[in-house]
């Protein structure tokens, strides 16, 4: 298996913080009452970790 070079790792770490914070605020907006919005983020923090995922593997 080949090493990502730095730049690459820090892009999916970037990634991977990203993932949390749309995940947090989905949960977030779902709890305020904006399902549809909340519901969203989700979905793009599940892309987000998908990418994450293809990447590393």
């Known amino acids: 298996m ?3 070079p730095t730049a690459g790792a ?3 770490a970037l ?3 990203a993932a ?3 995940a947090w605020g ?3 907006f ?3 009452g904006e399902r549809q919005k909340g519901v969203l983020m989700i979905v793009c923090a599940l ?3 998908g990418n994450v995922l293809i990447w590393t593997i």
């Open 30 to 32: 779902i709890r305020k």
């Open 20 to 22: 949390f914070a749309l």
């Open 15 to 17: 990634l991977m913080l």
């Open 47 to 49: 892309v987000a970790l």
């Open 26 to 28: 989905g949960v977030w």
């Open 2 to 4: 080949q090493e990502l």
């Open 10 to 12: 820090t892009v999916l």
